[in-house]
């Protein structure tokens, strides 16, 4: 789970600019992109707990998303 990148101030931005919010899970999660995940969600994904279910699950934007969404109008055209 290294194709992510952890910051709750991010994650704000993604949800102001309503982006796709996306349920990632380290075990199931082809890792086509980066993602965007809150503080502590690497973490939390990287440990299982068979008792609790969805545990290893996060919730992700992905990063060329942002990076899309952000992007000078001219870039968007292009």
Do not use: W
Not at 14 to 20: G, M
Not at 38 to 44: L, Q
Not at 50 to 74: E, G, H, M, R
């Amino acid at each position: 789970m290294h194709n992510c990148i952890e910051s709750d101030a991010l994650m704000g931005m993604c949800r102001a600019l309503s982006l796709v919010e996306r349920r990632i899970c380290s075990a199931t999660t082809i890792m086509d992109d980066i993602y965007i995940v809150g503080a502590g969600s690497i973490d939390k994904m990287e440990r299982t707990m068979p008792d609790v279910p969805n545990y290893n699950v996060a919730q992700a934007f992905k990063l060329s998303d942002y990076l899309l969404a952000t992007a000078p109008v001219d870039v968007k055209e292009a």
